[in-house]
């Protein structure tokens, strides 16, 4: 499917068309964005034939070779990004995004629906100017991917957060300084949300090193040549975008330190209640094993054995097993072991 984002000879105002049939079309003047979602080949062969350009397949969107994401060819400039896709479900997914700049129009090729596209059309339908070319259009719908970026390591960021009150909460737990809520699968649970955490922050930052790689291309497209009309707002335009990535780059650093740190300590508590576990089975074997040895030398009935025919021998072997029994309980807890 083609949508064409069309503006009035005044670029005050615009709207988008979708095209239901390639016939009876033809490109003019006033068309600024070509948003392909899923294009068929007869969509892709129409619009390169239209625009006289050579469109990435879904195979070539996915090469990771900076040359093959990040290049200018027949006065067309080509650019591809990975960009965070399902962020706010249980599995979110990267999906490659090609944005050409060809003609002072921008070309996009997606086989997925990124929030920020559906934002930015809507914002655009609102808001001509925003779309006055194809340059203003890309900076524009790159600085919706980047907001929309910031809005999941926010949410991402309160994740964590709560995780790591959790994790401490259940450590004051161990030491007793509040009550224990003892919940089944608690630990665990923390876990799996580390986890899902850490795969959306590694996700997220490979999303906007893909974009900071476009961005930092952008001044190699003959439209932002200083020649053009506001090259220096679309230069500023740029900076900002160069310096919103990085700072969010930097945010999904400290985050993976942070989840790194919350996974550790995780761990960390499940090994200290498995060893207080292990250590209660300890100490249970060493109390009940002087009453056993007990137990087991006047169990061997032998005939020399001169308590066995003592009217006092039986009691006097209880006896002998409690003390025997109670003697290491004591002198474990004098020293703290329980």
């Given at each position: 499917m083609?949508?064409i984002?069309?503006?009035?000879?005044s670029r005050q105002?615009g709207q988008?068309?979708?095209?239901?049939s390639?016939?009876?079309w033809?490109?003019d003047d006033?068309?600024v964005?070509?948003?392909?979602?899923?294009p068929?080949?007869?969509?892709d062969?129409?619009l390169e034939?239209?625009?006289g350009?050579?469109?990435?397949?879904?195979?070539d969107m996915k090469?990771i070779?900076?040359s093959s994401?990040?290049y200018?060819e027949n006065?067309?400039t080509?650019?591809t990004?990975n960009?965070?896709?399902?962020?706010?479900?249980?599995?979110?997914e990267?999906?490659?995004?090609?944005f050409?700049l060809v003609?002072?129009?921008l070309?996009?090729?997606?086989?997925?629906?990124?929030k920020?596209f559906t934002?930015?059309?809507?914002?655009a339908?609102?808001n001509?100017?925003?779309?006055?070319?194809?340059?203003?259009t890309?900076?524009g719908?790159?600085?919706?991917?980047?907001?929309?970026?910031?809005?999941?390591?926010?949410?991402t960021s309160?994740e964590v957060?709560?995780?790591?009150?959790k994790?401490?909460?259940?450590r004051?737990q161990s030491?007793?300084?509040v009550?224990?809520d003892r919940?089944k699968?608690?630990?665990?649970?923390h876990l799996?949300?580390i986890v899902a955490?850490?795969n959306l922050?590694?996700?997220t930052?490979?999303?906007l090193?893909s974009?900071g790689r476009?961005?930092?291309?952008?001044?190699?497209a003959?439209e932002?040549?200083?020649?053009c009309?506001?090259?220096?707002d679309?230069?500023?335009?740029?900076?900002?975008?160069e310096?919103?990535?990085q700072g969010l780059i930097?945010?999904?650093?400290?985050l993976n330190?942070?989840l790194n740190?919350?996974?550790d300590a995780?761990?960390?508590?499940?090994n200290?209640e498995q060893?207080?576990?292990i250590?209660?089975?300890s100490?249970?074997?060493?109390?009940?094993?002087?009453?056993?040895l007990v137990a087991s030398i006047?169990?061997?009935?032998?005939?020399?054995?001169p308590?066995l025919?003592w009217?006092?021998?039986?009691p006097?072997?209880?006896?002998?097993?409690?003390?025997?029994g109670?003697?290491?309980?004591?002198f474990f807890?004098r020293r703290g072991?329980?």
């Amino acid at each position: 499917m083609i949508r064409i984002y069309r503006t009035d000879d005044s670029r005050q105002s615009g709207q988008f068309v979708t095209m239901d049939s390639l016939e009876g079309w033809d490109i003019d003047d006033n068309m600024v964005w070509f948003d392909l979602d899923h294009p068929s080949p007869l969509e892709d062969a129409w619009l390169e034939d239209k625009l006289g350009i050579e469109l990435p397949t879904r195979e070539d969107m996915k090469d990771i070779e900076p040359s093959s994401r990040l290049y200018r060819e027949n006065g067309a400039t080509y650019m591809t990004a990975n960009l965070l896709w399902k962020a706010d479900s249980d599995l979110p997914e990267t999906t490659h995004v090609a944005f050409i700049l060809v003609q002072g129009k921008l070309v996009t090729i997606r086989y997925a629906e990124p929030k920020p596209f559906t934002a930015f059309q809507l914002y655009a339908a609102r808001n001509a100017t925003v779309c006055s070319s194809g340059a203003t259009t890309l900076l524009g719908l790159l600085e919706a991917i980047i907001d929309r970026t910031a809005e999941i390591l926010e949410k991402t960021s309160a994740e964590v957060e709560h995780i790591s009150q959790k994790i401490a909460a259940r450590r004051l737990q161990s030491t007793g300084k509040v009550k224990k809520d003892r919940t089944k699968d608690e630990l665990e649970h923390h876990l799996a949300a580390i986890v899902a955490c850490q795969n959306l922050s590694a996700k997220t930052r490979d999303s906007l090193m893909s974009v900071g790689r476009v961005v930092g291309f952008l001044p190699l497209a003959k439209e932002f040549d200083k020649t053009c009309e506001g090259f220096a707002d679309l230069r500023e335009n740029i900076v900002t975008l160069e310096h919103d990535v990085q700072g969010l780059i930097d945010h999904t650093t400290y985050l993976n330190g942070t989840l790194n740190f919350l996974l550790d300590a995780a761990l960390g508590l499940i090994n200290i209640e498995q060893n207080a576990i292990i250590k209660i089975f300890s100490i249970a074997a060493v109390v009940f094993l002087p009453p056993t040895l007990v137990a087991s030398i006047y169990g061997m009935n032998f005939e020399g054995m001169p308590e066995l025919g003592w009217q006092f021998g039986y009691p006097m072997a209880l006896v002998m097993m409690v003390v025997a029994g109670v003697g290491p309980y004591l002198f474990f807890k004098r020293r703290g072991w329980l």
